[in-house]
T-cell receptor, first 110, second 111 residues
Framework: GIQVEQSPPDLILQEGANSTLRCNFSDSVNNLQWFHQNPWGQLINLFYIPSGTKQNGRLSATTVATERYSLLYISSSQTTDSGVYFCAGNSGGSNYKLTFGKGTLLTVNP | DGGITQSPKYLFRKEGQNVTLSCEQNLNHDAMYWYRQDPGQGLRLIYYSQIVNDFQKGDIAEGYSVSREKKESFPLTVTSAQKNPTAFYLC??????????FGQGTRLTVV
């Protein structure tokens, strides 16, 4: 199955800083998602981004499917951005198994 | 509102007991999933179902069982054969293999 590697595993920022989180896949993916896990454990959908670039406020994401990676950009970080960020993907079609990376733990200090 | 509802939020199990976690969705999604998360870890797939009356084992199915009798419902039973059941359990649904949406999770603790 697909292997998903996220980097960095941990990231500490001062409020207002920018950051880039990376997700590498061992094989081609046709479905790729980014999630933020809130303090209560719920997974919040950030982006569904099989390819290309999307933006939502201070967050944006880019997936380069041919090179099997995706990037999540957080600009002007806020303390509320703290938490764990996961990427996950599958090869689509009849393959329903969504495989997760181990996540990036982001801490934004005031 | 459309969404995925998991219940209960917290569940305590005695050694040797079976317990069932509920997952209901009203998004009209055909696929549903169960994941397990251990502290500081990513999510691992337990079971998934692409259509009613059909389900497939994920990566860590041993000690778990599921049923899919209705499109809206995908309950997970943690059996006594699961030796280390204390974890956070998340249910998800999707339209085919596309974007997945998650419930709020159930924290299971063995006492």
């Amino acid at each position: 199955g697909i292997q998903v590697e996220q980097s960095p595993p941990d990231l500490i920022l001062q409020e207002g800083a920018n950051s880039t989180l990376r997700c590498n896949f061992s094989d081609s993916v046709n479905n790729l998602q980014w999630f933020h896990q809130n303090p209560w454990g719920q997974l919040i959908n950030l982006f569904y981004i099989p390819s290309g670039t999307k933006q939502n406020g201070r967050l944006s994401a880019t997936t380069v499917a041919t090179e099997r990676y995706s990037l999540l950009y957080i600009s002007s970080s806020q303390t509320t951005d703290s938490g764990v960020y996961f990427c996950a993907g599958n090869s689509g079609g009849s393959n329903y198994k969504l495989t997760f990376g181990k996540g990036t733990l982001l801490t934004v200090n005031p | 509102d459309g969404g995925i509802t998991q219940s209960p939020k917290y569940l305590f199990r005695k050694e040797g007991q079976n317990v069932t976690l509920s997952c209901e969705q009203n998004l009209n999604h055909d696929a549903m999933y169960w994941y397990r998360q251990d502290p500081g870890q990513g999510l691992r797939l337990i079971y998934y179902s692409q259509i009613v009356n059909d389900f497939q084992k994920g990566d860590i199915a041993e000690g778990y069982s599921v049923s899919r009798e209705k499109k809206e419902s995908f309950p997970l039973t943690v059996t006594s054969a699961q030796k280390n059941p204390t974890a956070f359990y998340l249910c998800a649904s999707s339209v085919r293999s596309a974007e997945a949406f998650f419930g709020q999770g159930t924290r299971l603790t063995v006492v």
